[in-house]
């Protein structure tokens, strides 16, 4: 079934330097692949999205890169801040008629300052 | 504008009890989901409702759990009989369509 991967569970880096997250998929039919950012005890909130049509966005810090033929997706956070803080979650959109939605299993990121 | 909001935050009861969640989406969004949260795990889902048409209930363990969004627009969860395993955070979310969903704030369980 769909499935996605996520790695690594737990990601520690010091004020300033980059963080990247890696998610893998199964499912070739996926389309749509975003991220959230859950802090403790709060919603998942989006922070940046990507389609299968494009390769690459970014949004100020954070970009997510895309390779289709090898299934698998980033998260990059660059010049982190203890803001960055949290868990985050990849997910993937299978259309297989109705659009459903799997999340990984999430990452904590810990920023020190 | 209003977002998904969730009630009650948080709901504490004996294993073998009912219990219900409710969820108003944001205001427009046809489709609606239920999601469970365990402890360290990424959010999965219960089922999803395009108005009040249950489209993807293939998760939900239909023995115990059952929703409903009977105007297309509220919707509930209930659990009944709930057991220990049904500790978790239930989280509601809306969309447009195929794109972002906005969460809610959840719905954390605890059955002792």
């Known amino acids: 079934g769909e499935n996605v991967e996520q790695h690594p569970s737990t990601l520690s880096v010091q004020e300033g330097d980059s963080a990247v997250i890696k998610c893998t998929y199964s499912?070739?039919?996926?389309?749509?692949f975003p991220w959230y950012k859950q802090e403790l005890g709060k919603r998942p909130q989006l922070i940046i999205d990507?389609?299968?049509?494009?390769g690459e966005k970014k949004d100020q810090r954070i970009a997510v890169t895309l390779n289709k033929t090898a299934k698998h997706f980033s998260l990059h956070i660059t010049e982190t801040q203890p803001e960055d803080s949290a868990v985050y979650f990849c997910?993937?959109?299978?259309?297989?008629?109705?659009?459903?939605?799997?999340f990984g299993t999430g990452t904590r990121l810990l920023v020190s300052p | 504008e209003a977002g998904v909001v969730q009630s009650p935050r948080y709901k504490i009861i004996e294993k073998k009890q009912p219990v219900a969640f409710w969820c108003n989406p944001i205001?427009?969004?046809?489709?609606l989901y239920w999601y469970r949260q365990n402890l360290g795990q990424g959010p999965e889902l219960l089922i999803r409702?395009?108005?009040?048409?249950?489209?993807?209930d293939s998760q939900l363990p239909k023995d115990r759990f059952s929703a409903e969004r009977l105007k297309g627009v509220d919707s509930t969860l209930k659990i009944q009989p709930a057991e220990l395993g049904d500790s978790a955070v239930y989280l509601c979310?809306?969309?447009?369509?195929?794109?972002?969903?906005?969460f809610g704030e959840g719905s954390r369980l605890t059955v002792l």
């Open positions: 979310a809306s969309s447009l369509g195929p794109g972002e969903l906005f």
């Open positions: 499912d070739s039919a996926s389309n749509y």
């Open positions: 990507i389609r299968s049509n494009v």
């Open positions: 997910a993937a959109m299978w259309d297989t008629g109705f659009q459903k939605l799997v």
């Open positions: 205001s427009g969004h046809n489709t």
């Open positions: 409702y395009e108005n009040e048409e249950a489209v993807d």
